[in-house]
């Protein structure tokens, strides 16, 4: 909590903030890779909205399971990584939504193939998906590409109708920061997330482009523009969701990798802070956290986690136990071998974390 994030400031009895995270790694791929798919620095596994998705599946039939709301800027730090559904199927790969309008390219079907022509012809096409995939049990991909070929045809109107926000009052954009030019963007996608949740979408995630918040240098003006443009609209999702009665079922994340020295890199006018994987804070709220609650500590100069120490393995399990699976439990039968999300042997829940 600071002046930076004054809007955050406002929902501390919301929040379960971690003061104790750790990776015990520096560079953001290879924490990333921790945090997002179990193991740091392996590519080619499957990422936590996978998981989840795996486990519990979907909610809707009319849109994806997992969802990924990508920046106007680019991708993020280790791009489609962070959404990748590794060796499971490709059903469990995030979906990404573009980040301008039209979000979803080609939901509306040219204008002499609508309504009952459509109809017949998807129709015909299901009974020749079927009799295709019948000829070739076990194939777990072909299954995949007719799923999703199929949802792609039920999302034309269901989610034309998730993705538009002027259906929203004038005072839901403005507790977003729709309304200012700072924050609109950000503020859009995070009421587009709130909507997705609500129509039964599993698991959504934001991304920022590159990383605004590797503050190496020109610290005083890139770390309060990197707030000014998250602050509010995230504080307005979490009171978004209370006002709605969706807190306890939601649970939301916000948070990073990494953390950053306690040091000034550079030149203390225009330098910045380096990487920091040794102890950093990220906060939780709703889905069935404890509120107003802080959890861990650093040491006396804010570089290592000293006391309670959370690593990603151990943030995974507890995100598991709050949706109802135990994380030694889950696993996916991959070459033989079952595989799991938290590899470690010592991952363990956060139990006092928990209401």
Request: aromatic share 6%.
């Amino acid at each position: 909590m600071s002046e930076l994030v004054p809007h955050m400031g406002s929902i501390a009895d919301d929040i379960c903030l971690i003061r104790s995270m750790h990776t015990g790694h520096n560079g953001h791929e290879v924490s990333i890779r921790y945090m997002n798919a179990g193991i740091a620095g392996v590519t080619g596994r499957p990422a936590l909205g996978s998981w989840l998705t795996y486990a519990l599946g979907s909610e809707s039939q009319n849109l994806p399971a997992y969802m990924v709301l990508t920046d106007p800027g680019g991708h993020p730090v280790d791009s489609t990584h962070n959404w990748s559904n590794g060796w499971m199927p490709s059903i469990y790969q995030g979906t990404v939504l573009r980040p301008k309008e039209p979000r979803i390219l080609n939901l509306d079907a040219p204008e002499h193939l609508r309504g009952g022509v459509q109809e017949s012809n998807l129709g015909f096409l299901g009974k020749l998906n079927r009799r295709h995939a019948e000829k070739h049990p076990g194939e777990h991909e072909l299954e995949a590409r007719i799923a999703s070929y199929e949802l792609a045809a039920r999302m034309q109107d269901a989610a034309r109708e998730a993705l538009d926000i002027s259906q929203e009052t004038e005072a839901t954009h403005k507790l977003y920061g729709i309304d200012e030019d700072a924050t609109r963007e950000y503020g859009t996608r995070c009421l587009i997330a709130r909507r997705l949740v609500e129509r039964g979408v599993r698991f959504v995630q934001l991304f920022h482009a590159n990383q605004p918040w590797d503050n190496h240098n020109s610290l005083h003006t890139a770390l309060p523009s990197a707030c000014r443009k998250t602050d509010k609209p995230s504080a307005g999702l979490v009171k978004d969701l209370k006002q709605r009665g969706m807190l306890d079922e939601v649970l939301v994340h916000w948070g990073g990798e990494i953390g950053r020295l306690p040091v000034v890199e550079g030149d203390p006018k225009t330098g910045g802070r380096d990487h920091n994987g040794q102890g950093f804070s990220t906060w939780l709220a709703g889905g069935g956290v404890k509120g107003g609650f802080t959890y861990g500590e650093s040491d006396e100069v804010g570089h290592k986690a000293a006391e309670n120490i959370v690593n990603p393995n151990d943030y995974q399990a507890t995100v598991f136990r709050l949706f109802g699976i135990d994380h030694k439990d889950l696993y996916y039968l991959h070459n033989g071998q079952e595989q799991k999300l938290t590899v470690s042997a010592d991952a363990k829940v956060v139990e006092d974390i928990i209401a």
